[in-house]
């Protein structure tokens, strides 16, 4: 099983910034990727930001030039840097990560239980 833990989110002015932290444990062999999703009442969850284990970041149009993910490959860990915040981007974050499962060829993807981002006007 993988565990994937959130932390970060929060009440922010309109221009601010936050940093979200997504920690994964748990039996895997390796991490494939992860991402941070987001997803408000009555939407689909879209993709915000991805990065592989190798280093290929990918981002919506939405949050380029705002937003930065990163990752700690010894910690298992990934970074969304949020700045210049806007009202739009209020949701639930998500981290995601796909993992090889250890001793096997097989991927699996798992969720994180969601953390709310909420910018003020």
């Known amino acids: 099983q993988v565990q994937l833990v959130e932390s970060g989110g929060g009440l922010v002015q309109a221009g601010g910034s936050l940093r979200l932290s997504c920690a994964a444990s748990?039996?895997?062999?390796?991490?494939?990727?992860m991402a941070w999703y987001r997803q408000t009442p009555g939407k689909q969850r879209e993709l915000v930001a991805a990065i592989t284990s190798d280093g290929r970041i990918n981002y919506a149009d939405s949050v380029k030039g705002r937003f930065t993910i990163s990752g700690d490959n010894a910690k298992n860990t990934s970074y969304l840097q949020m700045n210049s915040l806007k009202p739009e981007d209020t949701a639930v974050y998500y981290c995601k990560a796909q993992v090889q499962v250890r001793f096997t060829t097989v991927r699996g993807d798992y969720w994180g239980q969601g953390t709310q981002v909420t910018v003020s006007s």
């Open positions: 748990g039996s895997f062999f390796s991490i494939l990727y």
